[in-house]
């Protein structure tokens, strides 16, 4: 409510001043920077997805390709210290992100080896997202997304979050993130038709 009463002064300041062009150029990077700071405030609890501890002990022992799948399903975990993580991908299309199979490689994560991947059941989040579901699913439990960019038909939406760890059921730690207040939790979703192909979760650490 606070931001929206903010925007209607602002955009009133806009008009009241449509003579000078500076005094406009002023008032819209106010207005950008006022949505910016808003944007950066939202807290949450970040998402992750929990694994059996028979599924993250064959992780651990890396008596394979240290990824799991389950059909064409395919999810990747960025480990970090104490096998926390600082980024989560699931996919069920091949991953292309240069940048992440780098950073998976160097934990010996072989993206191109599905043969000796860990096989498991189906992947869903704690805040019960999984591949497939549409758009309108998402934003009912994030809202709506901070921006969006549109490649070869699929659309990417992407939020920004700050961590809230008021959670007294959670324990660090088997490939799941480090939730400290104030850190960094960023979503990237690709869709396609209406439907989900891609999560990204990256978690900012200390």
Not at 43 to 72: A, C, M, R, V
Not at 77 to 102: A, G, H, R, V
Request: with cysteine; charged share 30%.
């Amino acid at each position: 409510m606070k931001v929206t009463l903010k925007l209607v002064l602002m955009i009133f300041l806009i008009f009241s001043c449509s003579n000078n062009k500076e005094n406009q150029k002023q008032i819209s990077q106010i207005i950008t920077d006022e949505i910016e700071t808003e944007i950066s405030k939202k807290s949450i609890f970040p998402d992750f997805i929990s694994l059996t501890e028979t599924d993250f002990e064959k992780f651990k022992k890396g008596n394979n390709s240290k990824w799991f799948k389950f059909g064409n399903q395919k999810l990747y975990f960025i480990p970090y210290t104490d096998y926390s993580i600082t980024t989560l991908i699931l996919t069920n299309e091949t991953l292309k992100n240069e940048e992440l199979i780098e950073l998976l490689k160097v934990d010996k994560i072989i993206v191109d080896d599905s043969i000796n991947a860990i096989n498991t059941s189906e992947f869903i989040t704690d805040k019960k997202i999984k591949l497939n579901v549409s758009k309108d699913f998402v934003e009912k439990v994030y809202g709506k997304s901070d921006s969006i960019k549109t490649k070869n038909g699929n659309e990417t939406l992407f939020w920004n979050f700050v961590m809230d760890e008021k959670r007294e059921d959670y324990d660090v730690g088997n490939l799941k993130p480090f939730i400290h207040n104030e850190l960094g939790f960023l979503v990237e979703m690709t869709f396609k038709n209406d439907s989900l192909k891609t999560l990204i979760y990256k978690y900012e650490v200390p």
